[in-house]
């Protein structure tokens, strides 16, 4: 298995068609999958080249291919500090900034599978109790709005959630997540139609509250 993801590698490369990257990607996702393929894949270099294609690529499907294979990814917690490391997280960023309202590629049939699978990797990152102040400082808030600005409910809710666990524990954070404009848009989703999202919403408005000292 390893030396089909070396080979997938070789093609994981923005300069090859389209066709060949998503092959390339759907290759990758499949063999990632078997939870046992993880590691091996990890130390062969993936971490870097799906970095190095968030960062570059500009096709719609092959982000969307790429979002999908990163989710794979997250579901091993043992890999999610590497993402951090590695530089995946801004990368994503990036992406997100492109997929989400005011973005160039907002409007594509692939938007709405990036932001789902992407905001669901976010939450997986800010769930490790060791990376919340990195993701902090990395401006999670800020993506959060514009995820929470998305026309999916589901997207909406995963944004909540990630608001609701970094505002919690600190005043500071929860000073950042005002500096970055999540109270409007979580009173705004209070008021959601959607059972989820004002739940997730209601949540995020106890996580912004002040915290009181006995």
Request: charged residues 20%; positive net charge; contains cysteine.
């Amino acid at each position: 298995r390893a030396g089909v993801v070396q080979i997938a590698l070789k093609r994981l490369t923005t300069s090859a068609p389209r066709a060949v990257q998503v092959r390339a990607l759907t290759v990758v996702s499949n063999v990632i999958s078997d939870q046992s393929n993880l590691d091996s894949a990890a130390a062969s270099g993936i971490l870097p080249a799906l970095s190095i294609m968030a960062r570059d690529s500009s096709d719609d499907l092959v982000l969307q291919y790429l979002s999908i294979t990163l989710q794979t990814l997250s579901r091993a917690l043992r890999h999610l500090p590497t993402m951090v490391e590695e530089g995946l997280v801004a990368c994503l960023f990036g992406v997100l900034e492109r997929c989400c309202a005011g973005g160039a590629m907002a409007g594509s049939e692939c938007a709405s599978t990036v932001r789902m699978c992407l905001g669901g990797i976010l939450l997986s990152l800010c769930k490790v109790d060791g990376l919340r102040e990195s993701m902090v400082e990395k401006g999670t808030f800020e993506v959060a709005t514009k995820l929470m600005a998305s026309p999916e409910n589901q997207v909406k809710s995963l944004a909540l959630t990630i608001v609701a666990l970094l505002s919690g524990p600190r005043d500071a954070w929860k000073d950042a997540a005002r500096e970055a404009g999540c109270v409007p848009l979580v009173a705004h989703l209070v008021r959601s139609k959607h059972l989820m999202v004002r739940l997730e919403a209601a949540s995020a408005v106890r996580a912004l509250a002040p915290n009181v000292e006995n």
